[in-house]
């Protein structure tokens, strides 16, 4: 994954309302009107937030009739998911050196 996808798809997860979007989204296709519902915000506030989803590809928005209904697009979480695993080696070595040295100072103590 390129470092602009991985911005673009962290940038767009930065934000709770998008968050939340996608969270619906992974439920199945639904509408601008649909995924509105539950927000407290206007119609052009939900597309705009949309857009900063389609833009970072973890959306696409399809055409039908008056309709453009929204999926989401599992490909750029894979890819974040991936990049933040390949950290987890990084964590566990840090948690097992500080379990390490609490042993230590434990033992020191007894």
């Known amino acids: 994954m ?8 962290l940038s767009a997860l930065a934000d709770p309302t998008r968050r939340a979007i996608l969270l619906r989204l992974k439920r ?8 509105a519902e539950p927000f407290d915000l206007s119609l052009p506030a939900i597309s705009k937030h949309l857009k900063v989803l389609e833009r ?28 933040i695993e390949s950290y987890r080696e990084l964590w566990e070595r840090n948690f097992r050196r500080l379990d390490d040295l ?9």
Do not use: K
């Open 102 to 110: 609490l042993d230590t100072m434990q033992a020191e103590e007894n």
């Open 56 to 83: 970072a590809g973890l959306i696409e928005r399809g055409r039908e009739a008056q309709w453009r209904p929204c999926t989401i697009r599992a490909e750029p979480l894979r890819e974040a998911s991936e990049w």
């Open 2 to 9: 390129s470092t602009d996808v991985l911005s673009r798809t």
């Open 28 to 35: 199945g296709r639904a509408t601008v009107t649909e995924i």
